[in-house]
């Protein structure tokens, strides 16, 4: 490459499309690179939900009591056990972060980061006819299947309603109309102000079609590592050398290995999760729809409806387990959902989580000109157009939003 780039984007994903097509807006001349094709990684398989109601971080006092469970394989969490050695390190900084004084602080933080997701959606999406087709916000429900599990959700449903989220029971003629999808439900609760979109790999489609509309430049490559050179950086991929003024890392789960040599420590984890989606609408089924027993997602989408399960500690890069797609078909068959004769199209997805449960959002000390946006865990989608915006406003005007000093990668040392 000639000239150097005023900014390279490591990673396609809707964290570095959202970012660079924020970036490109803004003026600046950004190459968004990636391995494959935009938005194939983690943000081409979730759920879709936008999830505007999660205002804490899923690291909190007392989550040491899902241990063993989990370490059993019970539930809807696990571990893949032949990554122990990755992920049990992971864990023990995760139990810290579960501390009451260090989990208020990263609260705080949270709830601030979120207090803008719905108005920077609704500002993406009127900046960008595309998104605002594949972006409804009508809410999302939340059954039961039997009264235990209902009463065992109260105390957190109105800890929530306390903290300002917005839902409500669902009435006799709402749950009756839900169980056409679900038989079984026995009672639910509609959150009011959640969105969802049809399709999340559309999603990203959209924000790169955007991006390329402005200006913005792709490079399909694998990059190596990422070298300061000269107040500028070297990107080291099989191609070319790429030559970039400032570099922002947005590879998702497998970003540790590009940052740690720039001395920037991200203790990323795969937290895996899996979905099978079918191509066929289930009738009925108008917004995103939790089974709270089954920990499972069914999200309408335009291809049909998709069901979205699981977590599995892995390390990055370890093959899929295919018992998962099993155990998700038979919750889908007790529930009554699922017919035998549908073919679901089946896929794994690496959440990038941190110990901590927050992003890192920031910039090094060290190396001026280096940034990241990683470790959006179960929220990625939800907070990319806020994630954009934070970012860019630091990169482009030198802004900085009060809550990124939690959210720095020096919180890992
Ligand atoms: C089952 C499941 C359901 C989910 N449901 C939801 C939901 O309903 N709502 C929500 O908000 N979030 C949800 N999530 C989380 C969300 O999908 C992720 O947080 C989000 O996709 C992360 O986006 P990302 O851009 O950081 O990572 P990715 O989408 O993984 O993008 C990273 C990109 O970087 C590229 N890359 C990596 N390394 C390199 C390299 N060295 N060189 C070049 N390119 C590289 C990859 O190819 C990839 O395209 C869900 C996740 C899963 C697994």
Redesign the pocket.
Known sequence: MASPVDLAI???????TALARELQLRGMRCLL????APG????F???????IEQLSPLSQPGAWREAPALLLGRGAASLRWPDAATVLPWAMKFLRSCRKAQYEINDRAFHALQASTGTDWSALAAACPRVAALTQFLGHDEIFESAAARDKAHAALLAQRADGVNWRDLSATELGGLRAVAPRAIAGVRYLDSGYVKTPLGIVEALYADFLSKGGRFLT???RSIAPHDDAFVLNSDGAPIHAQRVVV?????SAR?LSPLGLRAPLIAE????LSFSRHLPGLLRPLLLRERSAVLTPMQFGFRC?SFVEFAAPGSAPTPSKWRTLKRHLQESGIFLPTDEPRLWM????TLPDYMPAIGASRAHPGLFYA?G????????SPTTARVLADLIASDKRASFLDALDLRRFG
């Open positions: 490591v990673g396609a994903g809707v964290i570095g690179i990636d391995g494959g194939h990684g983690t943000s398989g979730n759920a879709g939900h936008i999830a490559a694998q990059v947005a590879a998702g789960a497998r590009l895996r999760g899996y979905h979205t997805g690496e959440r990038p990683i959006h865990q179960h929220l990625g989608l939800t907070l």
